[in-house]
């Protein structure tokens, strides 16, 4: 069956933290759009400077979660920062979590989960550093590669992905859980 999963990015992301989950996703067969704040293209950071260029194919304001099946939020010191500022991408990540559908996050990227006000009481990890944050916000973090809560994924970092691709398109490939909530 044909999927549609929402990458929600904008500058300073995380490079591999997109590419490698969006040809998971494509080697899948399902479609995995970069939804952004503007339309145009986005710059990642990749090795501690600036990396490529990725087009948008969606801005906020062109889609909504019911036109998804799942959400994959990547990390990047910067992305999360400034996603987590804007109010339609935090609307955005909340409607997944009230649609019952996958959310998988790596690395900085749960800084976003973390405004949308849907960590608490959940199992999840992060990068270390957002650790603190997570667990001041309810959520139940462990220091493992990838954790799995109910169609909620997350990872470490990018030494992480190979686990946080599998299990995020296992949780895909499952569909809308009846015990994710936002």
């Not at 959310?103 to 999840?124: D, N, T």
């Not at 990890?125 to 909620?152: C, M, Q, R, Y």
């Amino acid at each position: 069956m044909a999927k549609r999963i929402a990458i929600l990015a904008t500058n300073g992301f995380e490079e591999v933290e997109l590419t490698s989950p969006k040809s998971a996703l494509e080697k899948e067969g399902w479609q995995a759009d970069i939804v952004s704040l503007e339309s145009g293209k986005i710059k990642s950071w990749k090795d501690g400077n600036w990396g490529g260029e990725f087009d948008v194919n969606y801005t906020l304001d062109e889609v909504s979660a019911s036109d998804y099946n799942a959400l994959v939020v990547p990390g990047g010191v910067i992305n999360p920062d400034k996603l987590r500022r804007e109010e339609k991408a935090i609307n955005f990540v909340k409607d997944f979590f009230k649609q019952e559908k996958p959310v998988a996050s790596i690395c900085h990227g749960p800084q976003v989960l973390i405004e949308a006000e849907v960590v608490k009481g959940r199992k999840m990890t992060s990068f270390p550093s957002v650790k603190k944050d997570l667990i001041n916000a309810g959520a139940n973090w462990v220091d493992e590669e990838v954790v799995v809560d109910h169609g909620f994924v997350t990872s470490r970092s990018p030494e992480d992905l190979e686990a946080f691709n599998r299990k995020l398109v296992e949780e895909v490939h499952e569909g809308k859980h009846d015990e994710q909530h936002a």
